[in-house]
T-cell receptor
Framework: GAVVSQHPSRVICKSGTSVKIECRSL??????MFWYRQFPKQSLMLMAT?????????EQGVEKDKFLINHASLTLSTLTVTSAHPEDSSFYIC?????????????FGPGTRLTVT | QKEVEQNSGPLSVPEGAIASLNCTYS??????FFWYRQYSGKSPELIMF????GDKEDGRFTAQLNKASQYVSLLIRDSQPSDSATYLC???????????FGSGTKLNVKP
């Protein structure tokens, strides 16, 4: 099956700094990737849709200037959390849309746990 | 965001029993529905998807869809302790692109 990786798996940063999270599709080309955030005991909340070669589409309530998304190639999307604050501490998960699949399955990366101190 | 509702549980069933997980969705334009399993601290794993009314079986899992009632369910037969996890229901909108997840139902299978 399709494999999606994320790096880093865990990151601890100080308040006010920026953190970059990478999402890679390892054995397929992903024209579309998605970024989710999950707080403890809550569901995945879609943050944005990342399209290769174009600007990301953000969900309502997600600050595009705070969560910078770059989808520079067909196998890599990055999420940069700028000026991180403790309330940004969460589990960030990316997924990739697998082209050619009838029901447009999404495969998830392993997630990145961000802790802002 | 479009609403997908699930009972948070926990749902406790004995080993070998049938576990029934339910999900309702608000967007009538939703085309496809997915069930994911998520272990604590891990990302979701796809179990199965369904997009036609009726039942779809895959091994011990059966997904059921009723678009008129906007209802999706997942049955797990012969439940095993390893099935203990949170089960997420997701609906995909009419653009076949965005997934909207329910809050998940925690399942405990007791040996």
């Amino acid at each position: 099956g399709a494999v999606v990786s994320q790096h880093p798996s865990r990151v601890i940063c100080k308040s006010g700094t920026s953190v970059k999270i990478e999402c890679r599709s390892l054995d397929f080309q992903a024209t579309t990737m998605f970024w989710y955030r999950q707080f403890p005991k809550q569901s995945l909340m879609l943050m944005a849709t990342s399209n290769e070669g174009s600007k990301a589409t953000y969900e309502q309530g997600v600050e595009k200037d705070k969560f910078l998304i770059n989808h520079a190639s067909l196998t890599l999307s990055t999420l940069t959390v700028t000026s991180a604050h403790p309330e940004d501490s969460s589990f960030y998960i990316c997924s990739a849309d697998v082209p050619g699949q009838g029901a447009r399955e999404q495969y998830f990366g392993p997630g990145t746990r961000l802790t802002v101190t | 965001q479009k609403e997908v509702e699930q009972n948070s549980g926990p749902l406790s069933v004995p080993e070998g029993a049938i576990a029934s997980l339910n999900c309702t969705y608000s967007d009538r334009g939703s085309q496809s529905f997915f069930w994911y399993r998520q272990y604590s601290g891990k990302s979701p794993e796809l179990i199965m998807f369904i997009y036609s009314n009726g039942d779809k079986e895959d091994g011990r899992f059966t997904a059921q869809l009723n678009k008129a009632s906007q209802y999706v369910s997942l049955l797990i037969r012969d439940s095993q302790p390893s099935d203990s996890a949170t089960y997420l229901c997701a609906a995909v909108g009419d653009n076949f692109n965005k997934f909207y997840f329910g809050s998940g139902t925690k399942l405990n299978v007791k040996p």
